[in-house]
């Protein structure tokens, strides 16, 4: 199927939630929009696009998706404009890294003009839910999962893919407190980090709770092998201003690649800031704290946006960063970002796909 045939049948809800929704207070990922997109893979191919009310969906107890996690999941936002228009933030990335996530687990890949094409159908019914204060978007869940019912440990013949609508505020309202992860791992080399499966999250459930029993607010994982190099930031990548330069690691198989990762490169590289991707030690940017070379930390993601660390603990010691909003690099890019996605600034790099 293309773009050409995609034929979205929609069902409006009879029961709007909308005007019951307080939107002065959006828990992440707690309310959801009026409607949902269903399609079905089965066959060899996609079919059934619809746009339904959102509610809940009978599914058989035998699904290998619940027994073998053959499930992953991508995020990205809608902006409303000060005109009203809405625009996605590049959702054809997000499609690109749906199908590494799909190759990896043995999923059927979705063409990335589908992908697109029911996402900007989705947000267009459900424009009047794009919240309109300041740091407040709606996210976009687009996920997949095998539907066969059966126990054999390989793949499934049928899937769905489906996309959840949530307006939602800041995830993080304050400076995180962050500890380097030295004992549990999130991804090692040859495994599926790269990709957004969803045992990638059940599996960090667990050092997120012993650290927030710790009283931390997030960890930045370390490589599998050894501990000693920065990989991400809880669900979203990390990024330092280590001695004037960007500096963040370089992608492989156990990191992310983040769009706002390459988002806040491009910016970076755009106003002549140096940048090097690279392995990134522990013991660099414990140094840089220590020397004060270490001028700003944060971590990058759709869900986290631009979240500025505010101290970072190693070996019983935190490390203490600048007042946030002091800090000129992320400062600058998070203003310069969401000029461009409410559309108050030229858009020079094609980033917003306006719906409707
Ligand atoms: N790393 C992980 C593990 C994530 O879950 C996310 C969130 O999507 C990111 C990085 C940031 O990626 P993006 O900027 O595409 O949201
Ligand atoms: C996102 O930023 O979309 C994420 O994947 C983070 C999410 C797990 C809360």
Same mark, same amino acid.
């Given at each position: 199927?293309?773009?050409?045939?995609?034929?979205?049948?929609?069902?409006?809800?009879?029961?709007?939630?909308?005007?019951?929704?307080?939107?002065?207070?959006?828990?992440?990922?707690?309310?959801?929009?009026?409607?949902?997109? %269903?399609?079905?893979? /089965?066959?060899?191919?996609?079919?059934?696009?619809?746009?339904?009310?959102?509610?809940?969906?009978?599914?058989?107890?035998?699904?290998?998706?619940?027994?073998?996690?053959?499930?992953?999941?991508?995020?990205?936002?809608?902006?409303?404009?000060?005109?009203?228009?809405?625009?996605?933030?590049?959702?054809?990335?997000?499609? /690109?890294?749906?199908?590494?996530?799909?190759?990896?687990?043995?999923?059927?890949?979705?063409?990335?003009?589908?992908?697109?094409?029911?996402?900007?159908?989705?947000?267009? %019914?459900?424009?009047?839910?794009?919240?309109?204060?300041?740091?407040?978007?709606?996210?976009?869940?687009?996920?997949?999962?095998?539907?066969?019912?059966?126990?054999?440990?390989?793949?499934?013949?049928?899937?769905?893919?489906?996309?959840?609508?949530?307006?939602?505020?800041?995830?993080?309202?304050?400076?995180?407190?962050?500890?380097?992860?030295?004992?549990?791992?999130?991804?090692?080399?040859?495994?599926?980090?790269? /990709?957004?499966?969803?045992?990638?999250?059940?599996?960090?459930?667990?050092?997120?709770?012993?650290?927030? +029993? @710790?009283?931390?607010?997030?960890?930045?994982?370390?490589?599998?092998?050894?501990?000693?190099?920065?990989? @991400?930031?809880?669900?979203?990548?990390?990024?330092?201003?280590? +001695?004037?330069?960007?500096?963040?690691?370089?992608?492989?198989?156990?990191?992310?690649?983040?769009?706002?990762? +390459?988002?806040?490169?491009?910016?970076?590289?755009?106003?002549?800031?140096?940048?090097? @991707?690279?392995?990134?030690?522990?013991?660099?940017?414990?140094?840089?704290?220590?020397?004060?070379?270490?001028?700003?930390?944060?971590?990058?993601?759709?869900?986290?946006?631009?979240?500025?660390?505010?101290?970072?603990?190693?070996?019983?010691?935190?490390?203490?960063?600048?007042?946030?909003?002091?800090?000129?690099?992320?400062?600058? %890019?998070?203003?310069?970002?969401? /000029?461009?996605?409410?559309?108050?600034? @030229?858009?020079?790099?094609?980033?917003?796909?306006?719906?409707?």
């Amino acid at each position: 199927m293309t773009t050409d045939t995609l034929d979205i049948k929609i069902t409006q809800t009879q029961n709007s939630r909308l005007q019951q929704t307080d939107f002065a207070n959006l828990p992440f990922g707690k309310i959801f929009t009026d409607h949902m997109l %269903v399609a079905d893979y /089965a066959d060899g191919e996609w079919k059934n696009f619809e746009i339904v009310p959102y509610g809940d969906i009978a599914l058989s107890p035998a699904i290998s998706s619940l027994h073998y996690g053959q499930a992953f999941f991508e995020g990205l936002k809608a902006y409303k404009h000060a005109d009203g228009k809405v625009s996605v933030f590049r959702p054809e990335k997000n499609g /690109a890294r749906f199908n590494k996530s799909a190759e990896r687990l043995c999923m059927p890949e979705l063409p990335v003009d589908l992908f697109v094409n029911s996402i900007a159908a989705l947000v267009d %019914v459900e424009r009047d839910w794009a919240p309109t204060q300041a740091g407040h978007s709606l996210y976009i869940r687009p996920f997949m999962f095998a539907t066969d019912p059966y126990l054999g440990v390989t793949p499934s013949k049928t899937y769905k893919f489906m996309v959840l609508t949530c307006p939602v505020g800041p995830y993080f309202t304050k400076p995180l407190r962050v500890k380097f992860e030295t004992h549990y791992t999130r991804a090692a080399e040859g495994g599926f980090g790269y /990709a957004k499966a969803a045992g990638n999250y059940g599996g960090s459930m667990l050092p997120f709770k012993k650290a927030a +029993d @710790e009283g931390f607010d997030q960890i930045i994982w370390t490589d599998a092998k050894e501990h000693l190099y920065a990989e @991400e930031m809880g669900a979203a990548n990390v990024m330092f201003v280590l +001695d004037g330069k960007l500096v963040t690691p370089s992608t492989r198989d156990t990191i992310l690649d983040g769009i706002t990762r +390459d988002t806040v490169l491009t910016l970076a590289r755009d106003w002549g800031m140096p940048v090097e @991707e690279r392995r990134v030690s522990i013991a660099e940017i414990v140094e840089g704290a220590k020397s004060g070379k270490l001028t700003d930390a944060f971590g990058a993601g759709t869900a986290a946006t631009i979240a500025p660390v505010g101290a970072i603990h190693h070996e019983g010691t935190d490390y203490t960063l600048s007042e946030p909003t002091t800090r000129e690099f992320s400062q600058k %890019v998070l203003k310069t970002l969401d /000029a461009i996605r409410y559309g108050a600034a @030229e858009d020079t790099h094609g980033w917003n796909h306006l719906v409707g």
